[in-house]
Structure formats: C-alpha cells, structure tokens
C-alpha cells in the first residue's frame, strides 16, 4: 500500500496566469517492525491540470459529439485525467513526470515538487444551477502489474478581468513608496500576477462607488418616504444572483432565468419618514427590492400636545395594498483574505475548495 498526499502551501484559490505550487509525498506506511513488511515500488508518477465542464442537461442544449476514443480503456500506462468524471474537459495542461521507478521500503517517503502556471485563458471556477467549471489537480500514479490510481485535488480559479499592463497607470500608487525597499526586489513584486491583481482590486475597491463592494463588506441603503403621497407600509432587500443561458443554448424557448437568493432584509415602515437595510455583501449580481404600498393615503395619528392621558393607536384592519419590485445590478470583488481551516464555512480536512466563501466571488463572473 503507497499513501499519497499533496499539500498546495498558499490554500487552493489561484489567479489565471500565476503559478501554482504543490509538494506530493508518496509514503510506504508500513513499519519496519511489522513482519509483513517489504519494500513497494512503482513504477512512474505524473501530474497535470485540467478543468471539467459540466451542463444540466434540463436545462442547457449542447451541440452532439461524435464518439471519443477512449485510450486508456485499452491501455493501462496512458494518463486521462477527466477518466471516470462527468462532463466534458475543456483545459488540461501538459502532464510532467514526477518520477520513474521509485522504491520505498517500510516507512520510508520521498515528496516531489509540482509547479505549473495556471492557464490565463481558461475560463473562471463556476458553480452554478446550469453550467459548473470545476479545476482540478490530477495526481496519476502505477505500481507494477498493477491499473493507474488517481488523487484529483479541486482547487479554484480567480479570472480578473481588465487587468492593466504594466499592473496600473503610472501616476497612480496604491501605498506611499518603501525607502528601504530595493529596486530589484519591487520589480520583482510587481510582476508577481497576485501582486498585480492586489494591487488592482485595492485601487478599484479603494475609490467608494455606490455600487462596488468587496466580499463581505455590509452593503448599506437608506430610503427617505417623507416626500410620498402614498405610505409604503413594507420592504424587503434581497441579495441575488441570476444565470443566463445564452439563445441558442437554451432546452427550451423563452427560458427564464435561474435565480439564487443570498440573504434577505424586510422592514415595516408604515408612518415611518426614513428607513435604512443592512445586508452582507455576497457574490451576487444584483440587490432585488420589494415594496409593499398602499393604494390610498392614509391619516397618520394625532396626538395633542397638552394630552396628558397615553393614547393607543390601532391600526386598519384592511388596507389595499399595491406590490411592485425593483432590481439593482452591483458589482463584487474579491478581498485578499486566504482560504484558510478557521474559516466558518470550513467543514474539514477533506473539504472542498467551493465550501468557503471567499471562493463564492466567482459567481459573479
């Protein structure tokens, strides 16, 4: 038995065109002590990237494919990453060698280093209700006389679009110059892509714009019903997402959009003269309101100003009541917050990139 692990150092969020790093530690577990103990060998070991397609066929049409060859089903030495998954693999990277005829006696292990950049021209992580691109790195290994085993590790991809080059406008600076900083090593800096993107988002992030927002920071709103004629007696704010399938993709004609709520806010404000919402910004597209309104005004209660005794105000018991919704398209970016184990949507060692929600951003691509 071989024990393989693989360890991404910097956390499985990566931007399009910067590299990606991984240590894979191949382990004989078995003891030296143990009197069923030997030596295991195997024979070769690769890995690769390679991103899977994936479309609800109850909702998308795609074009029919001809038949694949599969040649790894007549074949046990040819590496197929997307072997066995759902989908199409629309990505894949060339396969490297990690080693060839490898012998680990009991207890004994060897890590290899794996480093690729990530394509720039791939298309974003996407989980959505229709279409779903998922990345993943593809560990292939083969003992003798023995099938290939696979260790598929998701990771996810940040795809920036309008990203400047060189990484912004000359006459701008993100922080006050660093004296002590060499000109070499900022160089270097600045051609880092993360760095770059960084570098970006706080410039885009940094200029307050009423319909810009970071991951998680709290989008907050105001509404002012003093001037009304007509009381608006309830609203609600939702935060929402919504997938368009293009024309020619759609299973059906005239399909509607796929919607998906985040987090609600709703408010009563009857004889209210101002109201604000709060609601946590999330990787959507869009604040969806609903106002509740009546259809004539309504009398306000009076109160005297000498009156001594309390007086309880009852409300109608019937008022005629008008619905109308109003959409409002925001835009959110990342923070460079790392996807780390304490996060609160962490559910393990064995989780998956897509149960944080720093990675939920690529929703909104």
Request: glycine residues 4%; contains cysteine; proline residues 9%.
């Amino acid at each position: 038995m071989i024990e393989v692990v693989a360890s991404m150092a910097r956390g499985p969020v990566f931007l399009a065109g910067e590299l990606m790093e991984c240590l894979i530690t191949f382990t004989n577990p078995m003891s030296h002590l143990s009197t069923s103990a030997s030596s295991e060998m195997l024979a070769w070991a690769s890995a690769q990237i390679h991103c899977q397609f994936h479309a609800s066929e109850s909702r998308v049409a795609l074009p029919t494919q001809g038949n694949k060859h599969d040649v790894q089903a007549e074949s046990n030495t040819v590496l197929i990453p997307s072997r066995g998954e759902r989908g199409q693999c629309v990505l894949d990277t060339p396969p490297k060698i990690l080693f060839c005829d490898l012998r680990l006696d009991p207890g004994e292990s060897k890590t290899y280093s794996y480093s690729e950049i990530v394509p720039i021209d791939g298309p974003p992580s996407y989980r959505g209700q229709a279409v779903k691109y998922v990345y993943k790195l593809t560990i292939g290994c083969q003992r003798v006389n023995s099938p290939i085993k696979l260790l598929r590790v998701p990771f996810r991809v940040l795809v920036l679009q309008g990203m400047p080059e060189p990484p912004f406008p000359q006459d701008e600076e993100v922080c006050p110059s660093n004296p002590f900083l060499e000109e070499e090593e900022a160089s270097r800096r600045d051609a880092r892509p993360l760095e770059r993107a960084l570098d970006m988002l706080m410039i885009t992030t940094s200029r307050r714009c009423p319909m810009v927002y970071r991951l998680g920071e709290d989008i907050v709103g105001t509404f002012n019903f003093s001037e009304g004629d007509i009381p608006c007696l309830q609203y609600s704010v939702s935060i929402q997402s919504e997938e368009e399938i293009q024309q020619q993709h759609q299973r059906r004609p005239g399909q509607i959009l796929s919607v998906t709520g985040h987090g609600r806010h709703m408010e009563s404000c009857l004889h209210t003269a101002s109201s604000h919402f709060s609601c946590p910004s999330r990787s959507t597209w869009r604040l969806h309101f609903e106002f509740v309104t009546a259809r004539e005004p309504i009398e306000p209660p009076t109160v005297l100003q000498n009156q001594s005794e309390v007086t309880v105000w009852t409300g109608a018991e019937h008022v005629d009541v008008d619905t109308f919704s109003w959409d409002l398209p925001i835009k959110v970016f990342p923070t460079n917050r790392p996807w780390h184990p304490t996060c609160p949507t962490f559910r393990g060692p064995t989780a998956s990139p897509f149960d944080c929600c720093v990675c939920d951003f690529l929703n909104s691509q």
